[in-house]
């Protein structure tokens, strides 16, 4: 199975209805199938669960976590060589470092990106864009 690369913006879409709810929600299927597998950076987390808190009650945001474990998520830690590389994008797609961090691992694993954040990814190679 290949694997796929999420941006947080896309996440948001499993708790919220917007354009894309439904793409990204299928993402998310086709993952529990075993049809693909979704790979996220560790900053992944802070920003999804951070965003939900914001939209969510605390007793929902501590379920969407317990929701999003079970999910099973690939999630990788930004270490030396991930942090290296998008840097090195930051620097050269003149993004801001946090919007950098998914196109490096998807670089990384070479996988498509997923994102729903035109403005961030708008300039990367090969994104595939969800709702908007």
Do not use: N
């Not at 919220?16 to 086709?30: D, I, N, Y």
């Not at 317990?66 to 991930?82: A, M, N, Q």
């Amino acid at each position: 199975m290949k694997p796929v690369v999420l941006d947080a913006s896309v996440a948001v879409k499993w708790f919220r209805t917007e354009p894309g709810t439904a793409e990204a929600r299928q993402l998310l299927e086709a993952h529990a199938d075993g049809d693909l597998v979704i790979v996220v950076p560790s900053l992944f987390v802070y920003e999804f669960i951070g965003v939900a808190s914001r939209y969510l009650s605390a007793a929902e945001t501590k379920e969407l976590w317990r929701r999003f474990l079970g999910w099973r998520i690939h999630v990788r830690e930004v270490g030396d060589s991930l942090m290296r590389d998008a840097l090195d994008i930051q620097e050269r797609y003149g993004c801001a470092l946090y919007d950098a961090v998914a196109p490096a691992l998807a670089a990384e694993l070479e996988a498509p990106l997923y994102s729903a954040d035109r403005r961030a990814h708008g300039s990367w190679p090969g994104a595939v864009f969800v709702g908007r």
